[in-house]
């Protein structure tokens, strides 16, 4: 079995995140998003990857290689111009020899992909979509099915009062390869507009499977913030974590007086005792925290500075950030790659402070 994971997204809703970082590359719990998905594939025995890339593919290639360090086989093909959705598994064709799956690179969920295979062998037809029920389908593909299972209607992203249902597309699908068939080749097609909608008008049998599993897509900050509180709180299920401050910087944490778990640190980090730290806050690698800073419901990525009696809470704060003395980050703030917050200055919730364009590193 093969898998395609969608990984051109330009990761517009995370800027500036994604002006220094392409959006699989964004860590989650300190390690790039996409090497927790091929985890996940060759966990399931997948290990012939195909990445279809465009955003800033170097980022990427330059992590993984050819994927041998990880026991895989990963193929990228980049985009000169995004191909969109369903342009991008065409644009790949030529390297796809049976049944695959595709990911969207940027979803993060505990669903058993065996299962998925189980369950399209079981229904058969052109190819199996996985579902999960959310209270607000407006942001999501909306995906209407039978008893059976059968998908009637696909309506990507409806208004909320005229979603048919609150069952969505979440993401990952497993087809059979005569699915390439039905995409044109050459042109950007968006296989939730475009594709799905043809393949139902043709009577070819596309399923459901819905699952009640742990599940978010990571486009948007609050997300982004959200699944890193779920998988502290272990709702999301990671491995190698256990109760408690954890993390390799977990003994610079013992220190700290005001500490409310729970809390994940990183190597080499120092905290000043003073400080108060928590709950749902991940350190990342060499950041340091001055006396006095209050730290609180945020994510660091690596070597953030926050001086002396800085504030930071609900905030994500990118590599190499320095946040001044007693400046102040509030709710939904993102700070991006390098950016230097003035000390004392104030930043309203849902600030975002950083580069403008594409970084080039
Ligand atoms: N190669 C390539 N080329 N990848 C692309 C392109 C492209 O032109 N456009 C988007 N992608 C990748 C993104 O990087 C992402 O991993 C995935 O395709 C989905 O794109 P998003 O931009 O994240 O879409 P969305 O979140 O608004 O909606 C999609 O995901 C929802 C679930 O998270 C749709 O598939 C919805 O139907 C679905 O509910
Ligand atoms: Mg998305």
């Known amino acids: 079995m093969q898998a395609i994971v969608l990984v051109g997204g330009e990761g517009t809703r995370l800027r ?10 964004v860590p989650i719990m300190g390690v790039p998003f996409l090497a927790r998905t091929l985890e996940r594939l060759h966990h399931a025995g997948i290990n012939d990857v195909i990445l279809p890339a465009g955003y800033m593919p170097q980022a990427i290639v330059d992590y993984f290689g050819d994927g041998s360090r990880l026991g895989m086989k990963i193929t990228y093909v980049i985009e000169e111009t995004p191909l969109g959705t369903a342009g991008a598994l065409k644009n790949v064709e030529q390297h796809i020899h049976g049944p695959f799956f595709v990911l969207n690179g940027d979803v993060l969920t505990s669903l058993d992909l065996q299962a998925m295979i189980a369950e399209h062998e079981r ?3 052109l190819g ?14 909306c995906v209407v099915h039978d008893a059976q299972q059968r998908i009637s209607a696909f309506v990507e992203k409806p208004p909320r009062e005229t979603a048919p249902t609150n069952e969505i597309n979440a993401g990952t699908y497993l087809f059979e390869r005569e699915i390439l068939d039905m995409i044109p080749a050459g042109r950007n097609v968006s296989i939730e507009r475009e594709t799905f909608p043809a393949v139902i008008a043709a009577g070819k049998g596309l399923y459901a499977c819905t699952t009640s599993d742990y599940w978010m897509d990571l486009g948007k900050p609050e997300q982004y913030l959200a699944a890193h509180r779920d998988i502290l709180a272990r709702r999301m299920p990671m491995l190698a974590l256990e109760p408690g401050a954890t993390g390799e910087g977990a003994a610079a944490l013992a220190r700290v007086a005001r500490l409310e778990l729970p809390v994940h640190a990183d190597a080499q980090v120092t905290i000043d005792p003073s400080a108060v730290v928590g709950p749902n806050v991940v350190i990342g690698a060499g950041c340091s925290i001055g006396a006095r800073v209050v730290l609180r419901d945020s994510v660091l990525w690596d070597g953030v500075v926050l001086e002396e009696g800085a504030i930071v ?25 390098d950016t230097t917050i ?12 950083g580069a403008t364009a594409p970084i080039a590193r």
């Open 313 to 337: 809470e609900g905030a994500i704060v990118a590599s190499g950030a320095r946040i001044g003395r007693e400046a102040r980050v509030f709710e939904g703030s993102v700070i991006g790659h």
């Open 16 to 25: 500036p995140l994604t002006y220094g970082t392409p959006k699989p590359m």
């Open 123 to 125: 229904l058969g037809g």
């Open 128 to 141: 199996l979509l996985h579902l999960i029920r959310v209270d607000d389908p407006s942001a999501f593909g």
């Open 342 to 353: 003035e000390p004392g200055r104030v930043l309203d919730a849902g600030s975002r402070v």
